[in-house]
């Protein structure tokens, strides 16, 4: 677009209102407008359906869904423009609606790469981040009018005019803007295919749980160094100087930082010998839970009750964990109960080991057992034993709902539960508060 000052271009667009062929541009703009955003719903609707959600084709539509349209938009009005030229038509409209169009490519892009990369869920932003995108949009728009007013030159000049002292050098602001924003779209960029790929890999059928999380990891380890060293190539910077970098590094890690390092390293070791994995449900000194993710530094656990604990990798590496899934995830319950001594034992035991059975969650191909324990005080002392394979969903419901199908057992059997009875008696006379009469009390309980 050929740039022009401020009052030639609406001398321009109020000149082209007169001439009837800018019913040519309108109609140009109009029709770009819908085919654009018709093409881009169309287009969301055929790739971005659930059967082909998992698919690249439908991963890069849904990725790009909120650009596509205002893209499709400036492509149509491009050709559009192109083709008005060629007949000798004013075009002054449609390079005015051209970057108007290209200014929301832009500022929706860089809102999806930050909420895709820094939003929770996807959803969840934090206030500073609007306010980041906020001034991002108010930017982008300013940039837009110095382009169309024909001042983005002038402004230009005078940011490769300025300079600003860096050590012994002296360095434009246009440099130091551009190499702001190189590193920082590099940076997002890298931070995006990071995200993306580890939402890719998540899916994929047939591969380790844990090796997913380790080829996610380390590329989005790499695309961030691959990243950084682009943007220092870009910048000017000798790559030289990350020498000086990875000895202080070094002598960081000997000096300081050998908890941080270790707990990444734990993290890799805990991922690659697949020790824990994703769903597992663990103990270790006095956290347990189920393992709901597994990162590089710390490992999250979320206990039955909605609680979460941060543990450092360090400590699932160096001490001892008891780990309910590692081989196999059947666990194995016990309670206990009290019958009167004159009950037939053997048919107690099948009446107890039958209740168990009779909940759902007991595993029925390993039938429970059912043991004559100790002669206690006030009855025989029976043990339940049963086994269940979902200890992720917490034993105390299980054992409840076998408590309670024992108490119907032997409530419909006749089968009474002994419990301690006390009686106490006090011997003597006692004056009564009212009219001072002795008389002798016994109390029972």
């Known amino acids: 677009m050929q740039q022009q000052p401020l009052i030639n271009l609406i001398e321009d667009l109020t000149g082209d209102l007169s001439d009837p062929r800018v019913l040519w541009q309108l109609a140009a703009i109009i029709v770009s407008v819908v085919i654009g955003f018709g ?39 491009a050709l559009a423009r192109l083709a008005l030229r060629k007949y000798h038509f004013h075009v002054n409209w449609l390079d005015v609606a051209q970057p108007i169009f290209g200014s929301l490519v832009v500022i929706r892009f860089t ?7 820094f939003a929770r869920n996807g959803r969840t932003i ?17 940039a837009f009018v110095l382009y169309v007013t024909g001042m983005w030159v002038d402004v230009l000049d005078i940011l490769e005019n300025t300079t600003l002292p860096v050590g012994k050098h002296r360095v434009t602001v246009a440099d130091i803007l551009q190499a702001s924003a190189s590193v920082v779209v590099l940076l997002m960029l890298a931070l995006w295919a990071g995200a993306a790929l580890e939402e890719w890999l998540m899916k994929v059928q047939g591969m380790h749980t844990n090796l997913r999380v380790v080829v996610s990891r380390t ?11 682009m943007s220092l190539s870009l910048v000017g910077i000798d790559l030289t100087v990350l020498s000086v970098f990875g000895g202080a590094l070094g002598v960081g890690l000997g000096l300081g930082l050998q908890k941080i390092a270790s707990n990444y390293v734990s993290g890799f070791v805990i991922l690659l010998d697949r020790s824990l994995t994703i769903g597992d449900m663990i103990t270790v000194d006095k956290y347990s839970g189920r393992v709901t993710q597994i ?32 081989s196999n995830s059947n666990v194995n319950i016990s309670t206990k109960v009290s019958v009167a001594y004159d009950t037939d034992v053997d048919f107690a035991i099948q009446l107890l080991t039958d209740a168990a059975l009779s909940v759902e969650r007991v595993l029925k191909d390993k039938p429970p057992s059912v043991n004559l324990t100790t002669f206690g ?13 979902d200890p992720e969903n917490g034993r105390g419901g299980v054992t409840s709902d076998v408590n309670r199908a024992i108490w119907r057992a032997l409530k419909e059997n006749n089968i009474s539960v002994p419990f301690p009875q006390r009686e106490m008696r006090i011997l003597g006379p006692v004056p009564t508060p009212v009219t001072g009469q002795e008389s002798t009390t016994v109390l029972k309980e």
């Open 39 to 77: 093409m881009a719903r169309l287009l969301k609707k055929r790739f971005g359906r659930q059967e082909v959600h998992s698919g690249v084709l439908g991963f890069g539509v849904e990725s790009f869904g909120r650009v596509m349209a205002p893209l499709m938009v400036v492509v149509l009005l």
């Open 111 to 117: 809102f999806y790469l930050i909420r895709r990369v």
């Open 126 to 142: 934090s206030a500073t981040m609007l306010a980041f995108e906020k001034v991002f949009q108010l930017l982008v728009w300013l």
């Open 219 to 229: 590329a989005r380890a790499v695309l961030i160094l691959v990243s950084v060293l």
């Open 295 to 326: 990162n590089t530094r710390y490992t999250v656990l979320q206990s039955l009750d909605g609680m979460e604990s941060i543990v450092p990798n360090e400590m699932l590496v160096s001490g001892a964990v008891q780990n309910s899934s590692l």
């Open 377 to 389: 005080a006030d009855g025989l002392d029976l043990t339940v034993n049963f086994w269940i394979s």
